[in-house]
């Protein structure tokens, strides 16, 4: 009684997986429901089939007490539903108004050249839930977090009483996500009910009505929010205790592995978003980038890859200058490289897992051997790499696009660590990964750190850097405003410094701006 | 509760659902086909003829027999040559549509070899004039290439463009400088008995059709079992990602262009030495747009190519026979091919989107 959606005995399954083996799931009126569960448990296969994506094998779908069959997301939409992604679904190049018309079919929708109308009908939404964007903005100007805002306004424009959230926190900064939170709960009170996807107990326990944590396709429990603490979801998410806090020995740092000098480059519009920033990242030490997303840490990430021309200064490793170089000579060079943007950057989505497993390595040995693949060490790389770093997945000849969002994340870690590289550049390493594979990406980091890599972090997870850095760098307006020992630092002072405020230069052991 | 409907579905997706690829192509290949020549029979029963019969001839004219199956094979050869070098472009995403043009241009550096080279052994000749043939297409898939990597010019239509202006060249030169002496037509001279391609193993299979049937496993070698075939994919399936590995877009882009314009003109030279032995105002039957087909309803899979040509090629002359034995128009040959390709392509997409 009194639930909006009912969702019952649904099972589905892929070629060799079950992704949901007989879930039930409920919302009520007016309540956020949280989903939980490692990566590769289920959860957007399940959103997928009430968002009428998937059809499933069994089980049913009642919509207000009605039984639902829908054959694609018109039909979802139709009955108040609305979904946003685990990656946005925008077309870059079109304004907000655009997106939110663009397949709209009836005809007595406002067409084209109503824009302006469709600007004051999202500007009124906008106002209600607190939901800021410019409409006449385009898409790829805006930041993650405003690109974000248009997928929910999408939604509501389209009418939706039932929004689907799938991880809509992983790509925001903690800022961001405060406000976001305020949204969710501004929606609520307006009559909305919220089905919500993360990975972050802390959000999720702020955040929910009630909770629901799937394991291997399967519901373990559904507990209210207040009956509940973060403890408990993670026995009932991974079946084990976890252990978020480890032990790591002080760096030992070697040589000078990268090193940066006076760079400079330009963002897509062509305004300069690095200014003179300068630093160099030792063998057997972690480098944190701190900073507020959109300082510049993806120009620099960019830069550093081989992405992007820097517009002057100098980027060398081990000695070699490789400023400018493309991503292949990058890649002699031995710099490593896990992307911030794994769906646009990281796999291809059509190629097979051990295709994607030894990508950069393919015309190498053992992988190649006179001019001709060598398929069998290929797929036993696969093997390993999907072994070891617990790639959940049927077979490594499966599409790359098939995996779940973490999975991804997690082939793409073991296929950069694998190149035993130089130089690491690891850009949100753990972004969209449940928790216990947040812990074992750490340790692998420390691990490599151990053994000598030059690590380059970059995560918009203040406490993600804190507990791995070595050294902290703070980027500000594509400025590196100052960097300090790991030992020194304190929460409070780096969020000072990330807000562009520094303290006397006295302290600082070295910085890449401060002139006298 | 009840939970009928959705076993009904269940049972309806997953025959589908479980397939291969290749078991797909299997399935939606030959059921198009038979669903075209059903529609066909009803065409030709308007025209006024029997169905079953018809489709009698046409399979006997053309692979009931081994001088049947070889004609076939000499018919195919031009279209696997360039469905071949096309599918490697089409692997890279890379549309080019100009192989028409890379075949003119191919044909016409063939036959010049060939009318000039006559001094040289055959053994020496054949093997230049392939060459020759190869180098002309190549230049002429490389013109596109260098828009494309230079201005970003799209490659569909540079190459669309350029086949006008190949077929304009070789007219040009057909009634003009390389007229044929004292004719009146515009065509140049015939090539000599020893500008033409051998035949091979006493039959009328000629050197051309063997190097274009041998063509077929390399291809898919460097396909499946190459780093090149490998980064050729990559770069079409996802370009960003590609550069991220550090894969040379660029590369590829220009490899794909040659190695498509290089078989195309090779295709040229062979049948400028065999079926038409001149350069004259048509020296094609589209094959240069038929490839594009071929290559496409091959799935850009070299053993695909080889079917789907050789059945094009069958399909040609037994339509040609259904006109020349029971007086059936041209026409309705052209519409009986027209429709077979469109079925095939409307099962495999229907296939496909049903088994996603
Ligand atoms: N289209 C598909 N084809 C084949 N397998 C799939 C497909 N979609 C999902 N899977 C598989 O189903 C399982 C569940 O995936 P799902 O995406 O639902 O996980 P998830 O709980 O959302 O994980 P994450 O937290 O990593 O996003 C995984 O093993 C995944 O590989
Ligand atoms: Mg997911």
Not at chain 1, 102 to 107: D, E, F, R
Not at chain 1, 505 to 512: A, D, W
């Given at each position: 009684m009194g639930s909006i959606v009912e969702m019952q005995g649904i099972i589905k399954s892929f070629p060799g997986v079950t992704?949901?083996?007989?879930v039930d799931f409920d919302l009520k009126k007016g309540e956020i429901h949280s989903l939980l569960g490692e990566n590769g448990a289920g959860k957007t296969t399940l959103m997928n089939i009430l968002y009428g994506l998937y059809k499933q094998d069994a089980g049913t779908i009642s919509i207000n007490g009605e039984q639902v069959n829908f054959m694609n997301p018109s039909d979802a939409i139709a009955h108040g539903l609305g979904m946003v992604h685990q990656h946005f679904m925008l077309v870059?190049?079109?304004?907000v108004a655009e997106n939110i018309i663009?397949?709209?079919?009836?005809?007595r929708e406002p067409r084209i050249d109503d824009l302006n109308l469709i600007g004051k009908k999202l500007t009124e939404i906008s106002d209600l839930y607190g939901l800021?964007?410019?409409?006449?903005?385009?898409?790829?100007?805006?930041s993650v977090g405003e690109q974000q805002r248009v997928e929910i306004l999408k939604a509501l424009y389209r009418g939706a009483q039932i929004l689907i959230l799938d991880e809509?926190?992983?790509?925001?900064?903690p800022q961001e996500v405060k406000e976001f939170l305020e949204i969710l709960k501004r929606l609520t009170s307006e009559g909305k009910s919220i089905i919500f996807i993360s990975h972050k107990l802390s959000e999720v326990m702020e955040i929910s009505d009630r909770i629901s944590i799937l394991r291997d396709g399967k519901k373990i429990e559904t507990v209210f929010a207040k009956d509940t603490n973060e403890r408990d979801l993670a026995r009932m998410m991974v079946g084990r205790e976890v252990n978020t806090n480890f032990e790591k020995k002080v760096a030992e740092p070697h040589e000078v592995r990268l090193q940066v000098e006076h760079l400079c480059a330009n963002n897509n519009r062509g305004l300069?978003?690095?200014?003179d920033v300068s630093f160099d990242v030792r063998a057997g030490e972690i480098l944190g980038i701190a900073g507020v997303?959109?300082?510049g840490q993806n120009e620099l990430e960019e830069v550093l890859s081989g992405l992007r021309k820097s517009t002057s200064g100098k980027k060398i490793v081990c000695g070699k200058d490789i400023t400018n170089m493309p991503p292949h000579k990058v890649g002699i060079a031995r710099v490593a490289h896990i992307p911030t943007d794994r769906y646009k950057?990281?796999?291809?989505?059509?190629?097979m897992i051990s295709e994607n497993a030894v990508l950069q390595r393919i015309d190498r040995e053992p992988f190649t051997k006179h001019g001709s693949l060598q398929w069998k060490k290929i797929n036993e790389e696969a093997t390993s790499l999907v072994k070891r770093f617990g790639?959940?997945?049927?077979?490594?000849?499966?599409?790359?696009?098939?995996?779940s969002g973490g999975n991804a994340q997690k082939l793409i870690l073991a296929r950069e660590l694998a190149r035993d590289p130089y130089v690491l550049i690891a850009?949100?390493?753990?972004?969209?990964?449940?928790i216990s594979a947040i812990e074992y990406v750490h340790h692998a980091l420390i691990e490599q750190r151990d053994l000598g890599m030059a690590i380059l972090l970059f995560s918009t997870e203040l406490t993600e850097i804190l507990s791995l850095s070595d050294r902290i760098a703070v980027i500000y307006e594509g400025r590196i405003i100052g960097i300090i020992n790991r030992e020194d630092a304190d929460i409070l002072e780096i969020g000072l410094m990330m807000a562009g405020i520094k303290r006397p230069?006295?302290?600082?052991?070295?910085?890449?701006v401060i002139e006298s | 509760m009840n939970r009928e409907p959705s076993k009904i579905q269940r049972r309806r997706t997953d025959i589908f659902h479980t397939a291969s690829p290749t078991v797909l192509n299997l399935i939606s290949i030959p059921s198009g086909i038979l669903l075209g020549l059903i529609l066909g029979a009803v065409l030709i029963v308007i025209a006024g003829a029997d169905p079953i019969a018809s489709y009698k001839i046409m399979f006997s004219s053309s692979l009931g027999g081994k001088n049947q199956i070889i004609e076939t094979l000499i018919k195919a050869c031009p279209l696997l040559l360039i469905g071949l070098g096309l599918s490697a472009s089409f692997k890279a995403?890379?549309?080019?549509?100009?192989a028409e043009g890379q075949y003119y241009i191919g044909a016409l550096f063939g036959w010049m070899v060939g009318m000039y080279g006559t001094a040289l052994p055959k053994p020496v000749l054949i093997p230049l004039m392939l060459t020759a043939g190869l180098i002309g297409g190549s230049l002429w898939g490389l013109l596109p290439a260098i828009l494309k990597i230079k201005?970003?010019?799209n490659v569909i239509i540079s190459t669309l463009m350029l086949n006008y202006i190949a077929i304009l060249i070789v007219q040009y030169l057909a009634r003009?400088?390389?007229?044929?002496?004292?004719?009146?037509?515009p065509r140049t001279a015939k090539l000599e008995r020893i500008a033409r391609m051998p035949q091979m193993f006493g039959t009328r299979l000629h050197l051309g059709c063997v190097i274009a049937l041998l063509l077929v496993p390399v291809v898919y070698y460097i396909f499946t079992s190459t780093p090149l075939g490998f980064k050729l994919r990559a770069v079409g399936s996802n370009p960003k990602v590609a550069k991220y590995a550090g894969f040379n877009v660029n590369l590829a882009i220009f490899i794909a262009l040659i190695f498509s314009g290089a078989l195309a003109g090779m295709a040229g030279t062979i049948e400028i030495s065999t079926a038409y032995q001149r350069l004259q105002?048509?020296?094609?039957?589209?094959y240069g747009f038929n490839g594009v087909l071929i290559a496409l309803l091959g799935r850009t899979n070299p053993w695909g190519v080889l079917l789907t040509s050789i059945f094009f090629a069958a399909l040609t002359i037994g339509v040609e026979n259904l006109h020349v034995v029971i007086g059936l128009p041209v026409s309705l040959s052209d519409a009986i091919q027209a429709l077979v390709v469109l079925s095939v392509m409307v099962v495999d997409s229907y296939i496909r989107k049903k088994a996603s």
């Open positions: 992704a949901n083996a007989g870059q190049r079109f304004s663009l397949g709209q079919k009836s005809s800021k964007v410019n409409p006449h903005a385009i898409i790829w100007t805006l809509p926190t992983a790509v925001l900064t300069e978003a690095l200014h997303a959109g300082n950057t990281g796999l291809i989505s059509d190629f790639v959940k997945t049927p077979s490594i000849k499966t599409k790359a696009g098939k995996l850009a949100q390493p753990t972004r969209g990964l449940d230069s006295s302290t600082l052991e070295q910085t890449g | 995403k890379v549309w080019n549509i100009g201005n970003g010019m003009g400088p390389l007229q044929e002496p004292g004719g009146f037509l105002s048509s020296i094609s039957l589209n």
